[in-house]
């Protein structure tokens, strides 16, 4: 069988979806191109699609007993220390150090639920 790939983007589930869109609103600057309240948000990026969406209560059990999630949303940036400055601002200052890594320097923030984000600048 085969077929072809269409698209492909990012989802976060949380229990607090007007929490999540008021943190990426402002973090990504731009607004959701989809939003259902208490629903689904989507925000689009160049090369990425990042959807919000809160579960339904069946599957409520899915994601209540979740150990924390080993994915994190990785954004590279052209200046880490104005999105550094930017998150700080926002109340959510990451509780790291830049990282220097052999593609370029990283630092980790973490969303209102604790999804992990790796803001990387490459050399």
């Known amino acids: 069988m085969t077929f072809q790939y269409t698209d492909a983007f990012i989802t976060l589930a949380t229990f607090d979806i007007e929490n999540l869109v008021g943190f990426y609103t402002p973090f990504l ?12 948000a989507e925000f689009r990026l160049p090369s990425l699609k990042l959807g919000i969406f809160q579960p339904k209560e069946i ?39 830049i990282l220097t890594a052999s593609h370029g320097r990283e ?3 973490y969303d209102p639920d604790g999804n992990r984000i790796i803001i990387h600048q490459s050399k």
């Open 29 to 40: 600057g731009v607004e959701p191109t989809t939003y259902i309240p208490d629903i689904y």
């Open 59 to 97: 599957h409520l059990s899915e994601f209540e007993n979740s150990a924390k999630s080993k994915m994190s949303l990785c954004l590279e940036v052209s200046d880490l220390d104005n999105v550094i400055a930017h998150l700080t601002m926002l109340g959510h200052s990451p509780p790291g150090e």
């Open 107 to 109: 630092i980790y923030a």
